[in-house]
């Protein structure tokens, strides 16, 4: 049985403005924002308030996020890695934040500067001071299926990172597929793992990349599961500065699709999206990778 309703947690403005070659200019990122909203987005995470010299691009979260957040009926969640960046974003109001670990120690060296269990030292206190603000907490976990430099990653080793992530405080699980190898069957033996080590299916969201052409596939077996998160970005971009390899996110306008076909409500207008994203093409210079997008807007 398919869920009735998806709630998508769109990624675009952090996943995807992340790993643009120049920084897009502040005004057109909060109109980004702003015009998701007007689509229907409902939850639009907006920015990372990581080291701005690991990730330029982001660098100005502060400018942005009150350009943003009085959005009427939208959650922002923002990225933060550390205590100082908490602070940064409490600082300024948000409600929601997400920390990031990863399932491979070969990707926590590179996008963290920590081993695994290290970063998870470093969220510990941030889980529980955001806990205490009542501020909702996501946990990230990249790496899920396969990394660039160690190859397939074992359920068993994701499970313990995820129980972790879970065990700190966090509110929910998204499940990342930073690179876009998964396949169906490994999304689910992943997700029944997971349930049988205590995380159950409604705290967890699912994050495709489409590398392989494999996102839509992926989701869909994660519905079929009982998943109703779905990490998507408008127009298909993203993908992760550290990891070599990483392309862009499932498109929202691809997953709008396909769920409105299988009569699955999102809120979200797909003509008003879709327009969102030829207009960013055109602010970032080249056509969106969505063959929704492309097909729609007959480019
Ligand atoms: P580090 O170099 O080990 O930092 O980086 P540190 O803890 O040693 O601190 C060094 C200096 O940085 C200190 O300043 C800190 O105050 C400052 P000093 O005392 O030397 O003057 N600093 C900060 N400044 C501002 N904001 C902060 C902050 N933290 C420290 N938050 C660190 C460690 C975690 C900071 C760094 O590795 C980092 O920022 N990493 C972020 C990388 C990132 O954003 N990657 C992309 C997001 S993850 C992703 O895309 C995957 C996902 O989409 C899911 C999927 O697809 O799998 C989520
Ligand atoms: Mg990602």
């Not at 079929?224 to 996110?249: E, F, R």
Request: aromatic residues 6%; hydrophobic residues 45%.
């Amino acid at each position: 049985d398919l869920p009735a309703r998806v709630r998508i947690h769109e990624v675009g403005a952090r996943d995807g403005l992340q790993n643009e070659k120049t920084v897009v200019p502040v005004e057109v990122k909060a109109e980004f924002i702003h015009r998701l909203a007007e689509a229907g987005l409902t939850t639009i995470e907006a920015t990372s308030f990581v080291h701005p010299k690991w990730v330029p691009q982001l660098a100005d979260a502060e400018q942005l996020f009150p350009m943003v957040q009085d959005i009427k009926g939208v959650a922002l969640p923002v990225l933060v890695p550390n205590e100082r960046g908490l602070d940064r974003a409490l600082a300024l109001g948000a409600r929601r934040i997400a920390v990031f670990a990863s399932a491979t120690e070969s990707f926590a060296k590179a996008n963290l500067n920590r081993t695994v269990d290290e970063a998870l030292a470093m969220f510990a206190p941030v889980v529980a001071k955001a806990r205490a603000d009542k501020v909702h907490v996501r946990g990230y976990l990249s790496m899920c299926f396969g990394d660039p430099w160690e190859g397939a990653v074992p359920v068993a080793q994701v499970v313990r990172v995820a129980k972790a992530l879970m065990d700190l405080g966090c509110d929910e699980l998204s499940l990342g597929d930073t690179i876009g190898v998964a396949t169906p069957g490994h999304v689910q033996t992943l997700l029944a793992s997971l349930n049988e080590a205590g995380v159950p299916t409604s705290s967890i969201g699912v994050h495709f990349h489409d590398t392989y052409g494999q996102a839509l596939s992926n989701t869909l077996a994660a519905l079929q599961h009982g998943v109703t998160t779905v990490d998507a970005s408008a127009g298909g971009l993203g993908g992760c500065p550290y990891a070599k390899s990483a392309t862009g996110n499932l498109a929202t306008e691809d997953l709008v699709w396909m769920l409105e076909g299988l009569g699955i409500d999102t809120g979200v207008d797909l003509g008003r999206l879709t327009a969102t994203s030829v207009w960013l093409a055109s602010e970032l210079g080249r056509p969106s990778p969505s063959r929704t997008v492309r097909a729609l807007s007959h480019q």
